[in-house]
């Protein structure tokens, strides 16, 4: 019997006993290709020497000092070396340790920022229905799972959702780009106006969604018009890079390929890339100066925010990827991704929609692809499909679940930046083999 409080305790897991390069390695040495980087965590793979390395220096060095005592020159660095790439004006760099965290933050600074500029009736969050933000409680608020809500409703802060860009369910025949992204700038324009946007603090969106729909890109105006809505009514604008960030789209920042920045931006999954947990909530000037003016501390904090060993971790991943250009192989793998599984699944009944940025992709799986009817969910489709690949020696990142009362099975390939065209062709093969399993075409 386990003493570890499992998350779902009913599960059997295996051990995961070694890592190297894109594989892990259970208890009985059998090989699994991490096609999803756990949660699109593992931008780096598995026992990278470089990150070890720094990781080793900085514990002979310091290990931790706490952030009311000290800094520490890594956490420096990893902050200049973020903020001088980020968009905008995000330039103050808040460390914490995971992406729960980055929200919570990105949260209570949005609040406290209206507080500190007087206008405090501002407490309404507004996301989108689509979405994952994380489990604490406010974070847990704003996602769209109404579900993972449930229980917990009573002590949630006031959140309200719309509709995310999902072009392949909700752009209408005969609808462009343009006009679908007004369209949903409308509709978030006309949730704020019946809020009253003296009551609106923030509306927080994935840049790109992951573990809800799929590597679920925007098109390409939406978020130039959202960001418009936002001003427009003093509505600060967080995005939710904790996934997608990092150069996960072939971007370090995904909203740089959108053209626009937000106030506040979270990042976390591949910053550390696993070998650490940590994450950050970036603040742009215009926020932190308000807080600077005003009582001149953020109100919130924890332990392990700025920690050194996570920081050294953090900054030499993100080195290794500048150094070795591995945003151009996102890039290139990622078409590569795409383009061979709308091959592979060109006449699966089954496969619905292939999509994503860079090397974020997803696999939308229907009933009937012309009618785009869901499976029935009572056959738990993508948990079949984890446990087959699991056995076929691949790890891909399924989600189901009923979001406003659709159904969807997807999953999530999120591979490691350092991929070759081989791994790819591999990753694709297996994850086709699986899916023949488990839904015969
Ligand atoms: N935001 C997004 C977009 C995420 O995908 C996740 C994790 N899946 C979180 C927040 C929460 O991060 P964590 O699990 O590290 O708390």
């Known amino acids: 019997m386990t003493h570890v409080f499992h998350r779902n305790p009913k599960q059997q897991l295996d051990f995961a006993v070694r890592g190297e390069g894109i594989r892990l390695y259970d208890q009985n040495n059998k090989g699994y290709i991490d096609a999803s980087g756990g949660a699109a965590v593992s931008c780096l793979g598995h026992g990278h020497p470089d990150v070890i390395r720094a990781i080793k220096t900085q514990l002979d060095a310091v290990a931790y000092a706490h952030s009311s005592f000290f800094t520490t020159q890594v956490t420096e660095d990893l902050a200049d070396f973020l903020a001088q790439r980020a968009p905008g004006d995000l330039d103050h760099v808040y460390f914490v340790s995971g992406g729960s965290e980055a929200v919570e933050a ?18 309404h969050f507004i996301a989108r229905r689509q979405s994952y933000h994380g489990n604490t409680l406010g974070a847990l608020a704003i996602g769209g799972n109404a579900w993972r809500r449930a229980p917990f409703l009573p002590l949630l802060v006031p959140a309200h959702h719309v509709a995310p860009c999902y072009p392949y369910r909700d752009q209408l025949a005969g609808e462009t780009e343009e006009q679908y992204a007004e369209r949903l700038a409308q509709e978030l324009e006309s949730k704020i106006q019946e809020l009253g946007p003296e009551n609106v603090a923030a509306f927080v969106a994935e840049t790109v969604v992951g573990a809800t729909a799929g590597a679920l890109a925007p098109v390409k105006t939406y978020l130039q018009r959202i960001r418009q809505v936002c001003d427009r009514y003093g509505v600060l604008l967080i995005l939710d890079e904790v996934m997608s960030g990092m150069g996960r789209t072939g971007h370090l920042f995904a909203c740089a390929e959108d053209g626009i920045a937000p106030d506040i931006l979270t990042i976390a999954k591949g910053l550390g890339a696993g070998y650490q947990p940590i994450g950050a909530m970036i603040a742009s000037s215009k926020v932190y100066n308000a807080i600077l003016a005003g009582s001149g501390f953020f109100q919130h904090g924890h332990t392990y925010m700025g920690h050194a060993t996570a920081s050294a971790a953090a900054l030499a991943v993100q080195q ?74 691949l790890m891909m990142y399924p989600m189901g679940g009923t979001i406003d009362g659709v159904h969807g099975d997807h999953v999530l390939l999120a591979p490691p930046f350092i991929c070759t065209p081989d791994d ?16 015969p075409a």
Do not use: C, W
């Open 424 to 439: 790819i062709s591999e990753i694709v093969n297996t994850f086709a083999a699986t899916v023949n399993q488990i839904l």
């Open 106 to 123: 990105a949260l209570k600074l949005a609040r406290q920022y209206f507080v500190e500029i007087g206008q405090d009736t501002r407490r």
């Open 320 to 393: 290794v990827i500048e150094r070795d250009h591995l945003l151009d192989n996102v890039l290139a793998r990622g078409e590569q991704l795409r383009s061979e599984l709308r091959d592979v699944f060109a006449n699966h009944p089954n496969v619905g929609d292939v999509r994503g940025r860079g090397l974020f992709v997803g696999v939308e799986f229907v009933q009937d692809k012309a009618s785009k009817a869901t499976l029935d969910p009572s056959l738990k489709t993508h948990a079949k499909l984890k446990k087959q690949a699991m056995q076929n020696g």
